[in-house]
């Protein structure tokens, strides 16, 4: 999350990015920059900007109790007894299979516009949070067409198969009406980028 | 000419199953299909028993039935001997499939045939096919049946017995079990001495 | 993520038209494919492989020929373990159990390595104050284990670290081995099969056991024409090799191996030269056998008299090249297990066999020295599957191991361990790591276990794969694999002695640790820092291989070095070194040392614990494809076996109305339930015994593939019987009936839960 996406509101070439910036915030592992723009209510105002530019309903949701959530996260996506409803990996959507050729292909597509993972990045780089900043990343560097096709191509598959299993499986509040709202919103958002 | 063949001492096989691992990770076969399998029965009773393992796959027919059926010619065989699919003539029509009468080939999800090629790609490196290379009890023997002295010639001529599967069929296999352990020969077949 | 410089590049790569695809081709057709050495950690045999990778990934192992374990082959675990390392099941996070949930509720919060180290540390330091360092105990199964279960409890100071590859396997062999030749057997079992001409199978599962170079090495001798005789209740693998096969009842094994040495001994038949230069004692087991007529045996092994003495003498007709070998699984009925395989060896003995051509030959590790580190407090006696059972704890500041008094030995018995955490006696154990350990699928009395665990102040679980007991765990810190991860080096016991290296294929794909790290962390926040004097996991291995004049960069690109070995007695004489170990110098067959202790000092016949009537004594042994129960959320090789199936004679299976294949309950004489489990009706077993595959009937579904699929023996086993020389637990005093009426639990295929089908 960006400050800005607080303080004015989205214009409609801003839709993708402010997307994709909810994204990797959402999915991220729940950490002091999320706290602090939930309790500010950065996160929230993004959330109601971006419903009001698309006209996806906005969620309802609410933090009260942050240990749960970060319990939760876990539960959704890291490790869970009763099986992780929603590995966080775009090309295990798209492949069934972890490291398999979407996932090879998402990586050749990033290298060739020249976007890293980060050193401290302990995770798949195909995590549906990295592949959402990438994203940011390219939109910031005016390359709003790659944005698009990580949006459309590698994480609308994510949501589209994984959206059901958070919204079941969620007890926090959180994460069911965030996915629900980021998965209906990913599906309105229009690239027209060329496949 | 060199005419390539595969021995499998069943003196020695224990149905490890190594072979057929080895060629599902070298040659990426997906879950569900297999190049290799092993077949493991039982004969006899309590306490006069005896158990074959017995890892099958396509056997590179002399004569192959699958060949002749296959509409866009995808379906061939090598100078050396190994019965290929050229994948990109392949239009995944099924008809070599049921052609073969020992079930070695399959479907892939990609939609086109597929079935062991004795690791062709190994081969023309000089090395061992993946399932020969791996196995821990060395019963698997591969090469040039018209060189004597080729790891699989020596295999055959030395063998107390040499038996291929349903030799009534003409098919004229290249893939030979040696000493079966049962003494009429391969189990469920009615054996046949080469 | 970090953006670098191409803002202007076209959308898609050039020559790369479909972006959502990789391009097409297998990854030997690639150019980006690379190769490193590694040795396998699938099984603890160690087989030296090379990993080939592409695209991030490892796509495929081999062995290669200069590496003496793997030769250039490997078993099927090891060809399909790769996979484990790309299951998207797999911990990936330091996790700390959410502060008052309760212990396998399975409620984590993600947490730093720095956070979780920190954690462990406080609640580490709160027992040892309010109970002793002794009071945190050590469980350690793997090549980690050297710093999980011996290096930093060492360095902490708690006797209590155990591995299960002792009491609860190699244990009764180990001291057997200790107190009759004075070494132990190594981790590689040294037997000289490329020389033997006879061998006899007591209970080995070669074959259904792929233990690698084992396997090779058996199968060449029988193709060169060795004799195999096998010993065992059910038509093994093995048993389908043999030229005998010999059905005995279960338990009564030690009767056997008595009446052989009667036969032996009393047709003159043994080694009278080699018993006359190398061993003490014959006259006493001359003296003491002579009760041991193979009639008697008839009777209690249910094998015919005749056919005891044949074999004898073919064995003698064979001497010194025919070998009984040691098995590595020797854990089965208890009070006997020590005399059992104190019997083995002697009937080798009377052979001429031991340290001789075709027998079993000596072997040692190859010497390479450690990394210079001030001298530990104290020295576990956790032992090993390499031997070292008889460590023997002196001068220790600290109070003796929990165990201490229940047997004679010395090695740590996991299994002991866990009494005192429920009890408080002799004193309280108030932590526990395990490294690698199924606490659920190694310890017998699993409900013990579990309550046991709810007693803990403190329990932190190291692992690759969240397996049940795992999510019970305070602080789960996830491992890297084998091929993520450098590791200590490999100094293998063998003919010819050699040393191998692990180089992390890539680098680990979550945020996980190897042992090595986790250990020098977890003991610098424990004021331990001086006993991890090395810099990194490089530095350490580079500064050790300097010792023999090598280095990790010549290591890298060599993958082992081999040296010279001394096999045979001849070797040692040339150099007027003995190998016997004991305090006589010589093979002791009559053991004044347990005689002085009041054991035994001959080996033994006990009869045999028998069980309710209407029921069979449960025996287990291997699948060919699998590990323990580590390999079972794999694909591959659950693909190649997906359930274990339960063994009942045709015959019985007949009066009890089951069909091959049907699904049945098993209940044990505790009334414990496991299944619904096939009915593998078959003629291969006897009557008085069924059997299960060990490692099947995980409980817990995080595991998709392995979860739920057969039956745990270990659920099983609900009782245990100490045998209180070596303090193994002999687990094969369990007996179950087959209930019918389970339901097909139609598990779908492999396939299509490792596609993650079964996610939704
Ligand atoms: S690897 Fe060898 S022993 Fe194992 S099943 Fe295959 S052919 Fe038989
Ligand atoms: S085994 Fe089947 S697929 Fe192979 S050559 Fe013969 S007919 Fe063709
Ligand atoms: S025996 Fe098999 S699983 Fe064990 S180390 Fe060797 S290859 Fe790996």
């Known amino acids: ?195 | 000419m060199t005419r390539l063949a595969m021995a499998i001492d069943l003196a020695s096989c224990v149905g490890c199953a190594a072979c057929s691992i080895a060629c599902k990770m070298e040659n990426e076969v997906p879950l569900g299909v297999n190049r290799l399998w092993i077949r493991n029965t039982t004969v006899g009773t309590f306490p006069n028993l005896t158990v074959e393992h017995r890892p099958e796959q396509c056997l590179h027919c002399e004569n192959p039935p699958c060949v002749p059926v296959c509409p866009t010619g995808c379906c061939f065989v090598r100078d050396d001997g190994i019965v290929d699919i050229d994948v990109k003539k392949c239009i995944g029509c099924s008809a070599c499939i049921a052609a073969c009468p020992y079930d070695a080939r399959h479907m892939l999800p990609q939609g086109y045939v597929s079935k062991c090629d004795f690791c062709k790609h190994r081969v023309d490196e000089g090395r061992m096919p993946a399932c020969v290379e791996t196995c821990p009890t060395l019963c698997r023997t591969f090469g040039d049946l018209d060189d004597p002295n080729s790891p699989v010639s020596i295999a055959i001529r030395e063998a107390r017995r040499v038996d291929v599967l349903r030799p009534g069929l003409g098919t004229e296999p290249n893939l030979y079990y040696l000493n079966t352990p049962a003494a009429f020969g391969l189990v469920g077949e009615t054996g046949g001495t080469l | 993520m970090a953006l670098g410089g191409s803002a202007q590049a076209q959308l898609f790569p050039d020559g790369f038209p479909n972006p959502f695809r990789a391009p097409p081709g297998k990854w030997f057709t690639k150019d980006d494919v690379t190769t490193s050495y590694n040795y396998c950690e699938i099984c603890f045999w160690k087989c030296g492989i090379q990993a080939s990778v592409q695209g991030g990934k490892v796509r495929k192992v081999d062995g290669y020929e200069s590496n003496p374990k793997s030769r250039g082959m490997l078993c099927p675990r090891g060809q399909g373990g790769v996979a484990t390392t790309y299951d998207p099941d797999r911990l990936k996070k330091p996790l700390i159990r959410v502060e008052g949930s309760e212990r396998g509720s399975g409620q984590y919060r993600e947490a730093s390595w720095d956070e979780a180290y920190d954690y462990i540390a406080e609640k580490m330091n709160q027992i040892k104050f309010e109970h002793g360092s002794e009071s945190v105990a050590f469980f350690g199964h793997g090549t980690g284990d050297a710093w999980f279960a011996s290096y930093l409890p060492g360095a902490w100071g708690s006797p209590n670290a155990a591995k299960p590859s002792v009491s609860l396997c190699t244990g009764p062999r180990e001291t057997a081995s200790q107190y009759t030749f004075g070494r132990g057997i190594s981790g590689h079992e040294q037997i000289d099969w490329d020389e033997t001409d006879y061998i006899v199978l007591i209970g080995h599962h070669i074959g259904e056991d792929t233990h690698n170079t084992q396997l090779q090495d058996f199968a060449l001798a029988l193709k060169r024409g060795a004799k195999l005789v096998v010993v065992d209740p059910r038509f093994s693998v093995a048993a389908s090799k043999a030229n005998d096969w010999l059905p005995i009842k279960p338990a009564t094994d030690t009767a056997l191996l008595l009446a052989w040495a009667n036969v032996l001994v009393e047709e003159g038949l043994y080694d009278a030269e080699y018993v006359d230069k190398y061993t003490v004692g014959f006259e006493q087991l001359a003296a003491h056998v002579a009760q041991y007529t193979p009639e008697w045996a008839a009777e209690i092994t249910e094998i015919p008299a005749d056919t005891i003495r044949r074999i004898a003498r073919e064995m003698a007709a064979h001497a010194p090249r025919a070998v009984l070998p040691v098995n590595r699984h020797t854990v089965w009925y208890g009070p006997d297990d020590m005399h059992r395989m104190r019997s083995l060896y002697i009937v080798n003995v009377l052979l001429g066999n031991y340290g001789m051509p075709g027998g079993y030959y000596f072997c040692d590790a190859p010497v390479v020295e450690a990394y210079p580190h001030p001298a530990l407090p104290l020295s576990p006696a956790s032992g090993g599957c390499g031997g070292g059972s008889t460590d023997v704890v002196t001068d220790s500041p600290f109070r003796p191991a929990a165990d201490r008094g229940k047997f004679f030995g010395t090695a740590t018995a996991v299994q002991e361990l866990i009494e005192p955490m429920l009890t408080g006696e002799p004193y309280p154990i108030k932590g526990l790591f395990s490294y690698g350990v199924n606490l659920f699928h190694s310890i017998p009395m699993v409900e013990r276990t579990k309550q046991a665990l709810k007693e803990l102040d403190l329990y932190v679980a190291i692992d690759i794969l969240p397996m049940e007991h795992v999510m019970w765990a305070d602080v789960i810190l996830p491992e890297s694999t084998y091929l993520e991860r450098y590791d200590d080096l490999l100094l293998q016991a063998y003919k010819t002695p050699f040393i191998s290296a692990r180089f992390p294929a890539h680098p680990p794909l979550y945020d996980t640790r190897g042992a090595f790290d986790m250990a020098k962390q977890l003991g610098e926040r424990l004021g331990l820092g001086e006993y991890f004097p090395w810099e990194n996991v490089e530095e350490y291995l580079d500064r050790r291989l300097s010792s023999i004049g090598s280095s990790l960069e010549a290591l890298k690109d060599q993958g082992t070095i081999v040296r010279r070995g001394r096999p045979y007695f001849a070797d040692w004489e040339r150099l007027n070194r003995n190998p016997i170990g004991t305090p006589s110098g010589k093979i002791e067959i009559y053991s004044e040392r347990f005689a002085e202790a009041g054991l035994d000092p001959l080996p033994v016949f006990v009869p045999p614990i028998e069980g309710p009537s209407g029921m069979y004594r449960l025996l287990y042994g291997r699948s060919p494809v699998h590990t323990f129960a580590r390999t079972h959320n794999n694909p591959i090789l659950m693909e190649a076996h997906g359930e274990n199936g339960v063994w009942i004679s045709t015959s019985e299976a007949a009066g009890l109305g089951i069909r091959h294949n049907e699904y049945v309950y098993l209940e044990n004489q505790d009334g414990v339930r496991e299944g619904p489990v096939r009915a593998y009706v078959t003629e291969r077993i006897r009557n008085d015994c069924v059997y299960l595959v060990h490692g099947f009937g995980h409980k817990t579904p995080l595991m998709r593939i392995a979860n739920g699929r057969g039956a745990s023996d270990n659920y099983l086993q609900t009782r245990y019987d100490l045998d209180p020389v070596s303090g193994g637990a002999g687990l094969r005093n369990n007996w179950v009936k087959l209930v019918k009426g389970a339901p097909d639990p139609q598990h779908p295929p492999v396939a299509w839960l490792a596609r993650e089908g079964s996610r939704a």
């Not at chain 1, 929603?86 to 492949?95: E, I, N, R, S, T």
């Not at chain 1, 972890?98 to 990045?121: N, Y």
């Not at chain 1, 509040?173 to 980021?182: A, K, N, R, S, V």
């Open chain 1, 1 to 195: 999350m960006t400050r800005d996406a607080a303080t004015r509101p989205v214009e409609p070439a801003d839709v993708v990015e402010q997307a994709l910036q909810l994204v990797a915030a959402t999915y991220r592992s729940p950490d002091a920059a999320l706290r602090a723009d939930l309790d500010s209510g950065a996160f929230a105002t993004a959330v109601a900007e971006l419903a009001a530019a698309t006209g996806v309903a906005a969620p309802v949701f609410q933090v009260t109790d942050w240990p749960k959530l970060q319990t939760t996260y876990v539960t959704l996506f890291v490790t869970n007894a009763a099986g992780v409803p929603a590995p966080p990996y775009v090309g295990l959507a798209l492949d069934g299979e972890l490291l398999g050729p979407s996932a090879e292909a998402l990586k050749r597509f990033l290298a060739h516009h020249g976007v890293e993972t980060a050193a401290g990045w302990h995770d798949l780089a195909d995590h549906v949070a990295a592949v959402a900043e990438a994203g940011v990343l390219l939109a910031e560097a005016g390359r709003d067409d790659a944005a698009c096709v990580l949006l459309e191509r590698f994480l609308s598959p994510w949501f589209q198969r994984y959206a059901p299993e958070v919204v079941a499986a969620d007890d926090s509040g959180f994460y069911g009406p965030l996915t629900e709202f980021l998965g209906s919103l990913l599906s309105e958002v229009s690239c027209e980028t060329a496949a």
